[in-house]
């Protein structure tokens, strides 16, 4: 079995990480360039960094910010906000991302993930998805951080961007983002069934147990989260500790 990644995100407006509950009630966490130094530092297996206002106000994501926290880590790094076009892929690879997230301009346009692996290669691709189960029963995906809801499910996108070429599908659960009760595992789980690629689990760390949970129950292949990491409550060495004695495997 593949070692499972753990992966903080970096929450990006205006030059500072925040975070915040079910997409809004945003608080400071620090800055990003000193947090991404640290969790490469710690052990943490990748680092992503989401400008999460970009899309919303039609901005393009910070590039220097790009490249300062780049500059400071020696794990893989993903970098989403405001991708729209390939020339936008072409300079977050530029500024030293590894991989980009695209979300909205995706949702909005199906054909950006054939462009972007078509360009770059699947691996370059991360497809993330915000979606918000609904009174019905549904996963309903969601626009520009969570602000504007669409007619497309979870699972049928998620389907439809692995078959257009995705690397990966980053899969927030709105429901569950910074309430740390634990991830979305019954949705997570049937993502893992359904999908031919890795399917990372966001939205819901509170614990080590969660994390724990998101592997075993949810049958994710990543977990990511913010807040636990960000104020302290968790360190990656101490989880990586925890999930090796639960049987996981993961990277020392």
């Not at 950006?112 to 370059?124: A, E, P």
Request: aromatic share 6%; with cysteine.
């Amino acid at each position: 079995m593949l070692a499972k990644r753990i992966i903080p995100c970096l929450d990006v407006k205006n030059g500072e990480t925040v975070k915040g509950t079910n997409f809004v009630n945003l608080r400071s966490a620090g800055d990003p360039v000193a947090l991404g130094k640290a969790y490469s530092e710690q052990g943490a297996d990748e680092l992503v960094f989401l400008d999460i206002t970009a899309t919303h106000e039609g901005r393009k994501t910070f590039t220097s910010m790009v490249s300062r926290v780049a500059a400071e880590i020696s794990i893989p790094f993903t970098v989403g906000g405001g991708i729209g076009e390939l020339a936008d892929v072409e300079r977050m690879l530029s500024a030293g991302a590894d991989k980009v997230s695209v979300n909205s301009a995706a949702l909005r346009n199906p054909r950006l993930v054939d462009q972007i692996t078509g360009r770059f290669g699947s691996q370059v691709c991360v497809v993330a998805i915000d979606a918000k189960q609904e009174a019905d029963g549904q996963w309903r995906c969601y626009l520009a951080g969570g602000r504007v809801p669409t007619e497309r499910t979870l699972f049928e996108w998620a389907r439809e961007a692995a078959d257009r070429g995705a690397g990966e599908i980053l899969f927030t659960s709105m429901d569950h983002d910074g309430v740390k009760q634990g991830f979305a595992n019954e949705a997570l789980a049937r993502l893992h069934a359904e999908l031919p690629i890795p399917v990372i689990a966001s939205g819901g760390a509170g614990s080590m147990e969660h994390f724990r949970d998101a592997f075993i129950q949810g049958q994710a292949d990543a977990a990511l989260a913010a807040s636990v990491f960000h104020f302290g409550e968790i360190a990656i060495p101490a989880l990586k500790q925890y999930l090796a004695q639960a049987d996981i495997p993961v990277r020392q």
